[in-house]
């Protein structure tokens, strides 16, 4: 238990210590959100000076990180500069869309990489194997952007078959279960570029596992007593390979929040990716650091959980070795 | 058996005419933006083998120059990702306890940060002697500062898992130093995964400088980015068909060529087997 306590406090000094990095690399970035140098020659000084004012851009910084901090200790996370309104509310905007966008996302992924891994680490060596292999390395190497033109001109061009971009249609007139379909459609062509590329390492890493599992002391008897392919997969690797799955499950779930730009962008949905770019370029520090604080809450809440837990799978660990 | 070959030798053999033309670009294409409003948006042809862009400007050329740029930045970005991440590795896998603990959380540490606000604030902070450096060097200095925790987490699993074989207990029974053990015994065993994830590292590069170039904040136009050219093609899609094609083919191409390096440096250097 000291174990886990001690790797809560780490975890809470490095959000501190990330997002205070993170204040003040944006800071320290050449313009602010009262305007960069294009529209500070068409804004009066005066007016540039209140807004100045208004946000405490002129504090020394300390005091500013000290403010903002203190704040979020009291569970208000600040108000954008550039939206004027409360940061909280945004990211209620976007985090619908970024975690259907990045769910379905990662369920396609588990849903298409794991029976890959299984199959190969089945018969390692084997025509499945190596064709799975050879399928999910090219598609890794395909950019995401290039198949997001392909996939747009193909189906929504030429076929028509899907809607080009955004995450909604204009018809909501339509009951429930019609605007769900319309949601479902928007959603196909940026869920596909958002999963192709990550079968290659996760069905990889499914197989890693398994494969170590089964020529382990765990593996190989069960499989000289005869047991199936399903049995032998499910029950003794699976347990067996519970602690590096384990720690794929740590780094697979904070993309959860994050790590969709590009199709944020080239699709045009508003989810969290485009808000940090635009918050980023924008100098808008609230926005950015809520959402550092986000990603970072999540990162490390996974990490840290897959590591206790993956402790808590191995028997060694559990009954004190 | 020759089957499994394939596919590495091939993207080999067209991994490497993407490097020539890197080297060769400026001989072979000396011009990628001259402008020539004569032909704008011209298809391929005999005058423009593969077509002309928004600006008139000729794509192959152009995506000859872009390939020093791609090929470039991987490569720095990986040497420099290597440069951090291989000693915080080998200190965490050799020494453990503490060491080990502290690089594992500044790894996670690392991974909580924005990337692309790093890759800003690496490009447009830089003091006065980066600042000089071309572009490509800020932007791989950048990618590599981002992308150094794979390398480091590779040495770290490698060296914990040699460091309990026998040759290296006979080392130390023997009296060698902490710096010898490493330098001596642990990294020239450990030299394929260092080649893999630096190969590795150049793929991710590749992919990272063109897609920062495509939202903008990248390599900085006129000088031809993949990424830059894709996202011109994007105004033209549906009319201009080559301008997408060609720089998405190479940078998959070299994408996959960094992949099928890193996996015939793997299995040439690794005696033990792949598949088990």
Same mark, same amino acid.
């Given at each position: $238990? &000291?174990?886990?306590?001690?790797?809560?406090?780490?975890?809470?000094?490095?959000?501190? +210590?990330?997002?205070?990095?993170?204040?003040?690399?944006?800071?320290?970035? *050449?313009?602010?959100?009262? =305007?960069?140098?294009?529209?500070?020659?068409?804004?009066?000084?005066?007016?540039?000076?209140?807004?100045?004012?208004?946000?405490?851009?002129?504090?020394?910084?300390?005091?500013?990180?000290?403010?903002?901090?203190?704040?979020?200790?009291?569970?208000?996370?600040?108000?954008?500069?550039?939206?004027?309104?409360?940061?909280?509310?945004?990211?209620?905007?976007?985090?619908?869309?970024?975690?259907?966008?990045?769910?379905?996302?990662?369920?396609?992924?588990? $849903?298409?990489?794991? *029976?890959?891994?299984?199959?190969?680490?089945?018969?390692?060596?084997?025509?499945?194997?190596?064709?799975?292999?050879?399928? &999910?390395?090219?598609?890794?190497?395909?950019?995401?952007?290039? $198949?997001?033109? +392909?996939?747009?001109?193909?189906?929504?061009?030429?076929?028509?078959?899907?809607?080009?971009?955004?995450?909604?249609?204009?018809?909501?007139?339509?009951?429930?279960?019609?605007?769900?379909?319309?949601?479902?459609?928007?959603?196909?062509?940026?869920?596909?570029?958002?999963?192709?590329?990550?079968?290659?390492?996760?069905?990889?890493?499914?197989?890693?596992?398994?494969?170590?599992?089964?020529?382990?002391?765990?593996?190989?008897?069960?499989?000289?007593?005869?047991?199936?392919?399903?049995?032998?997969?499910?029950?003794?690797?699976?347990?067996?390979?519970?602690?590096?799955?384990?720690?794929?499950?740590?780094?697979?779930?904070?993309?959860?929040?994050?790590?969709?730009?590009?199709?944020?962008?080239?699709?045009?949905?508003?989810?969290?990716?485009?808000?940090?770019?635009?918050?980023? +370029? =924008?100098?808008?520090?609230?926005?950015?650091?809520?959402?550092?604080?986000?990603?970072?809450?999540? &990162?490390?809440?996974?990490?840290?959980?897959?590591?206790?837990?993956?402790?808590?799978?191995?028997?060694?660990?559990?009954?004190?070795? | 058996?020759?089957?499994?070959?394939?596919?590495? #030798?091939?993207?080999?053999?067209?991994?490497?005419?993407?490097?020539?033309?890197?080297?060769?670009?400026?001989?072979?294409?000396?011009?990628?933006?001259?402008?020539?409003?004569?032909?704008?948006?011209?298809?391929?042809?005999?005058?423009?083998?593969?077509?002309?862009?928004?600006?008139?400007?000729?794509?192959?050329?152009?995506?000859?120059?872009?390939?020093?740029?791609?090929?470039?930045?991987?490569?720095?970005?990986?040497?420099?990702?290597?440069?951090?991440?291989?000693?915080?590795?080998?200190?965490?896998?050799?020494?453990?306890?503490?060491?080990?603990?502290?690089?594992?959380?500044?790894?996670?540490?690392?991974?909580?940060?924005?990337?692309?606000?790093?890759?800003?604030?690496?490009?447009?902070?830089?003091?006065?002697?980066? %600042?000089?450096?071309?572009?490509?060097?800020?932007?791989?200095?950048?990618?590599? /500062?981002?992308?150094?925790?794979?390398?480091?987490?590779?040495?770290? %699993?490698?060296?914990?898992?040699?460091?309990?074989?026998?040759?290296?207990?006979?080392?130390?029974?023997?009296?060698?130093?902490?710096?010898?053990?490493?330098?001596?015994?642990?990294?020239? #065993?450990?030299? %394929?995964?260092?080649?893999?994830?630096?190969? !590795?590292?150049?793929?991710?590069?590749?992919?990272?400088?063109?897609?920062?170039? /495509?939202?903008?904040?990248?390599?900085?136009?006129?000088?031809?980015?993949?990424?830059?050219?894709?996202?011109?093609?994007?105004?033209?899609?549906?009319?201009?068909?080559?301008?997408?094609? !060609?720089?998405?083919?190479?940078?998959?191409?070299?994408?996959?060529?960094?992949?099928?390096?890193?996996?015939?440096?793997?299995?040439?250097?690794?005696?033990?087997?792949?598949?088990?």
């Amino acid at each position: $238990m &000291t174990a886990a306590a001690r790797r809560l406090v780490t975890a809470a000094v490095t959000l501190v +210590l990330v997002t205070l990095i993170v204040f003040a690399l944006l800071v320290a970035l *050449p313009g602010d959100a009262s =305007g960069d140098d294009e529209t500070a020659r068409r804004l009066p000084d005066e007016y540039r000076a209140a807004l100045r004012a208004q946000y405490h851009l002129d504090d020394p910084l300390a005091i500013r990180y000290a403010r903002w901090i203190g704040d979020v200790a009291r569970g208000d996370i600040g108000a954008s500069l550039r939206e004027h309104r409360p940061v909280a509310a945004i990211l209620r905007e976007r985090l619908p869309a970024s975690l259907a966008l990045n769910g379905a996302a990662l369920a396609v992924v588990i $849903m298409i990489a794991t *029976p890959l891994g299984i199959g190969a680490a089945w018969k390692p060596g084997s025509s499945l194997d190596r064709a799975g292999l050879a399928a &999910t390395t090219a598609l890794y190497a395909v950019p995401v952007f290039w $198949m997001a033109l +392909l996939l747009q001109w193909l189906f929504a061009v030429r076929l028509g078959w899907l809607p080009l971009f955004g995450i909604e249609g204009d018809e909501r007139a339509g009951g429930s279960l019609a605007r769900t379909a319309d949601i479902f459609r928007h959603l196909v062509l940026p869920v596909t570029c958002l999963s192709y590329g990550s079968l290659a390492y996760v069905s990889r890493f499914v197989r890693t596992a398994l494969v170590d599992a089964a020529a382990g002391d765990g593996g190989r008897p069960a499989r000289a007593r005869g047991a199936t392919a399903l049995r032998y997969v499910t029950v003794h690797g699976t347990r067996q390979a519970a602690v590096p799955l384990l720690t794929l499950a740590g780094f697979l779930i904070p993309r959860l929040v994050g790590g969709s730009l590009l199709v944020e962008e080239i699709f045009n949905v508003p989810g969290l990716g485009s808000l940090l770019f635009d918050s980023v +370029l =924008g100098r808008d520090v609230p926005v950015v650091l809520a959402l550092t604080l986000l990603s970072g809450t999540v &990162t490390l809440a996974a990490i840290t959980g897959a590591d206790l837990l993956a402790a808590w799978a191995d028997p060694r660990v559990r009954h004190g070795r | 058996m020759g089957g499994e070959r394939l596919g590495p #030798r091939l993207a080999v053999v067209a991994f490497a005419i993407i490097a020539v033309s890197a080297v060769a670009a400026p001989w072979l294409a000396p011009e990628p933006n001259r402008i020539d409003l004569e032909s704008v948006l011209a298809p391929p042809s005999t005058d423009h083998w593969l077509g002309t862009d928004g600006l008139g400007r000729d794509v192959l050329s152009r995506l000859a120059h872009g390939a020093r740029v791609s090929l470039g930045v991987g490569v720095v970005t990986a040497l420099v990702a290597a440069l951090i991440g291989l000693p915080l590795g080998a200190v965490a896998g050799y020494r453990g306890g503490v060491w080990d603990g502290a690089v594992s959380r500044a790894i996670e540490a690392a991974l909580c940060f924005p990337g692309l606000l790093i890759a800003l604030a690496i490009l447009s902070l830089a003091p006065p002697w980066l %600042a000089r450096l071309p572009d490509t060097l800020r932007l791989a200095a950048a990618l590599g /500062f981002l992308g150094w925790t794979p390398s480091a987490r590779y040495l770290r %699993a490698e060296f914990l898992r040699l460091k309990t074989g026998e040759e290296i207990l006979a080392a130390r029974a023997a009296g060698a130093s902490g710096l010898r053990i490493v330098v001596r015994h642990l990294l020239p #065993r450990s030299l %394929a995964p260092i080649l893999v994830t630096i190969a !590795f590292g150049a793929s991710a590069a590749a992919l990272g400088e063109a897609a920062l170039s /495509f939202v903008g904040v990248g390599i900085s136009p006129p000088t031809p980015s993949w990424g830059e050219m894709l996202f011109e093609a994007m105004r033209h899609m549906g009319t201009a068909w080559w301008l997408a094609l !060609f720089p998405g083919l190479a940078l998959f191409v070299t994408v996959y060529g960094w992949n099928g390096l890193a996996e015939g440096v793997r299995n040439w250097l690794d005696p033990r087997p792949r598949a088990l």
